[in-house]
Nanobody, 126 residues
Framework: QVQLVQSGGGLVQAGGSWRLSCTVS????????MGWFRQAPGKEREFVAS????????YYGDSVKGRFTISSDGAKNTVYLQMNSLKPEDTATYYC???????????????????WGPGTQVTVSS
């Protein structure tokens, strides 16, 4: 069984920073890509960032470009999301996801991922 263990979310003031982590554990498989999505109440799940494991390609959603950074530690099967200059509109539940698909492309869509973390709440106060 594969598990994605996410670090805790939190409450942060606008303009502040927060870092999330996500570690893949359990049954071993080859990771081809990992990503972060978020979902605010009443809204659809939104792409935040992704990273391809083989060549390191990185993509960001338009709303977070220049503020968020995705990184990884392959030896630990862990992906991080550093969030800077946070805004109240960044308030959401953040989900990490992993793909075992060798054809992993950009990782922009939910369908590209097979395994998901439970989600962690990040609240940005104004």
């Amino acid at each position: 069984q594969v598990q994605l263990v996410q670090s805790g979310g939190g409450l942060v003031q606008a303009g502040g920073s927060w870092r999330l982590s996500c570690t893949v554990s359990g049954r071993s498989f080859s990771i081809w890509g990992m990503g972060w999505f978020r979902q605010a109440p009443g809204k659809e799940r939104e792409f935040v960032a992704s990273k391809a494991w083989n060549d390191g390609r990185i993509y960001y959603g338009d709303s977070v470009k220049g503020r968020f950074t995705i990184s990884s530690d392959g030896a630990k099967n862990t992906v991080y999301l550093q969030m800077n200059s946070l805004k109240p509109e960044d308030t959401a539940t953040y989900y990490c996801a992993a793909s075992p698909n060798v054809q992993f492309d950009k990782g922009w869509t939910i369908a590209e991922y097979e395994y998901w973390g439970p989600g962690t709440q990040v609240t940005v106060s104004s």
